[in-house]
């Protein structure tokens, strides 16, 4: 809930959500939350078939018209110059094809609109991997616990980082560590570079890219300290004036909120 709150207070302090047709990818925010903000439609692109009838149960509870969500590939969905802002937090380093979907999305949009996206960690930063598993003895094993040292599922083989986990877990739970690691089909383990490189060829205008960093990195090929990133983009040229009001809207959102620790620009 509570990034839920600072994502969206941030996204309404830069860009303004109320009267916005809005586009959420990759997830379903709280309708109270959403409320807040008043925007004119809010419509939810996610895999979570669970988060998609959550949505549509309140939806139909409380009787609010121009609010749903979809159980859709945002790279399957199909709509033509509708929203006024996309918004997407924590979605961006799961997403599998994400040229295709910056190509919808951009679709999406109607000229002059916004993607707004904050995701993390990304693969090539120290806990990139997103491990969360159950263990033989049905504990919680999670990338928060300091289970694998910074960056050791770049540096290290699965095989290594198998031996290495069974004198600690049992073979099975550092099996099943090891598969989720590399094999786990919901995360894209894009580098950072690659994000850049993929955004910098589509067809949108960049505002704004913040990366929020972590720890020394070590020295290999696209490896890098950043764990997070935010992008601001736009469906039209870019203005300098335009670029620095939204930099200056999102520092003073850092300063007098505290809603987002801002250490790199
Ligand atoms: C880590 S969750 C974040 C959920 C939510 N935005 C939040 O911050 O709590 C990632 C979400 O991305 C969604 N997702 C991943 N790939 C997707 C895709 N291709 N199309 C739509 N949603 C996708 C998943 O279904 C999942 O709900």
């Known amino acids: 809930m509570e990034h839920h709150k600072k994502y969206l207070k941030l996204a309404d302090t830069i860009i303004n959500l109320q009267g916005r047709n809005v586009l959420e990818v990759g997830g379903c925010s709280p309708i109270d939350l959403i409320l807040n903000y008043k925007p004119n439609c809010w419509t939810c692109v996610d895999l979570n078939a669970k988060a998609v009838s959550l949505f549509n149960e309140n939806v139909r509870k409380r009787k609010i018209a121009k609010y749903s969500a979809n159980l859709i590939d945002i790279s399957k969905f199909d709509t033509q110059e509708k929203y006024d802002l996309i918004y997407s937090i924590n979605s961006f380093e799961h997403i599998h094809d994400l040229e295709k979907t910056l190509k919808k999305m951009y679709l999406a949009l109607r000229p002059e609109g916004y993607l707004f996206t904050v995701f993390g960690p990304i693969w090539s930063s120290d806990v990139g991997h997103?491990?969360?598993?159950?263990?033989?003895?049905?504990?919680?094993?999670?990338?928060?616990?300091?289970?694998?040292?910074?960056?050791?599922?770049?540096?290290?083989?699965?095989?290594?980082?198998?031996?290495?986990?069974?004198?600690?877990?049992?073979?099975?739970?550092?099996?099943?560590?090891?598969?989720?690691?590399?094999?786990?089909?919901?995360?894209?383990?894009?580098?950072?570079?690659?994000?850049?490189?993929?955004?910098?060829?589509?067809?949108?205008?960049?505002?704004?890219?913040?990366?929020?960093?972590?720890?020394?990195?070590?020295?290999?090929?696209?490896?890098?300290?950043?764990?997070?990133?935010?992008?601001?983009?736009?469906?039209?040229?870019?203005?300098?004036?335009?670029?620095?009001?939204?930099?200056?809207?999102?520092?003073?959102?850092?300063?007098?909120?505290?809603?987002?620790?801002?250490?790199?620009?």
């Open 130 to 265: 997103h491990l969360s598993i159950s263990t033989e003895n049905e504990q919680t094993l999670n990338f928060q616990q300091g289970i694998l040292s910074p960056w050791e599922h770049l540096i290290s083989t699965p095989k290594d980082l198998k031996t290495r986990l069974e004198q600690e877990y049992g073979s099975e739970t550092a099996q099943k560590a090891v598969t989720y690691i590399y094999e786990y089909k919901d995360l894209n383990r894009l580098y950072e570079h690659e994000y850049f490189s993929i955004i910098k060829n589509s067809q949108f205008s960049k505002i704004l890219s913040i990366k929020k960093r972590k720890g020394i990195a070590p020295k290999m090929d696209g490896v890098t300290n950043t764990r997070e990133l935010m992008f601001i983009l736009k469906k039209g040229d870019s203005h300098l004036l335009e670029k620095s009001m939204m930099l200056l809207k999102l520092v003073g959102a850092c300063l007098t909120q505290r809603i987002y620790k801002l250490k790199g620009i």
